[in-house]
């Protein structure tokens, strides 16, 4: 597998863009190969890969995560549509603790983000039909599954559309302020 990478977070978070072998019947591209994610660094096992589709434009799904002994590394990709992926580093012992970053993926231009176990996630869908894939490497388990309010404050995340035209679970709406979260444990492989 050949791809570009682009690292965040002390090269925690990583931004893979796959080479694309185009011709006049479309394109080819290695989209997961184990061996390369062993060479740039990632061990993860990804045990259960989800699909989201968000029938309209505006949805925010997240900011999620899981807790010790379920902590979840993640693998997103786009594929129909465009999202803004949000990440926040929950490390405590991070010099990053509590910062976040937003990265724009779609479909048109194929990336994959590995997020590590840490971090929480969601996105902003700008397009109507989203479909978003993602591999994790825990299984979902309820009992440690944990939502930080996109809307905390102190997070400083600007999404770029109105509050009022945001749709959002209830679960989404209602997530937890960071300052809520001071006692979380993670896995680390």
Not at 48 to 73: A, D, M, V, W
Not at 96 to 110: C, N, Q, R, V
Request: hydrophobic share 35%; glycine share 6%; no cysteine.
């Amino acid at each position: 597998m050949n791809a570009s990478i682009k690292k965040y977070f002390g090269n925690s978070v990583l931004e893979i863009k796959p080479i694309k072998y185009l011709d006049n019947r479309g394109f080819f591209m290695e989209f997961y190969h184990n061996n390369f994610f062993k060479k740039i660094g990632l061990f993860d096992v990804f045990k259960q890969e989800n699909i989201s589709y968000s029938k309209k434009k505006y949805t925010f799904r997240g900011l999620h995560f899981q807790t010790y002994p379920k902590s979840q590394s993640k693998l997103i990709s786009v594929i129909s549509g465009k999202i803004i992926d949000v990440i926040v580093d929950l490390r405590k012992f991070s010099k990053t603790y509590g910062e976040h970053i937003k990265i724009k993926l779609d479909s048109k231009d194929i990336k994959l983000l590995y997020i590590p176990a840490g971090f929480a996630h969601g996105f902003l869908t700008l397009e109507n039909n989203t479909v978003v894939s993602y591999k994790v490497s825990e299984y979902y388990s309820p009992k440690h599954e944990e939502t930080l309010s996109i809307f905390d404050k102190k997070l400083k995340i600007k999404l770029g559309t109105a509050k009022r035209k945001l749709i959002l679970s209830d679960k989404d709406l209602n997530g937890n302020e960071l300052n809520n979260f001071t006692n979380i444990k993670f896995k680390w492989k």
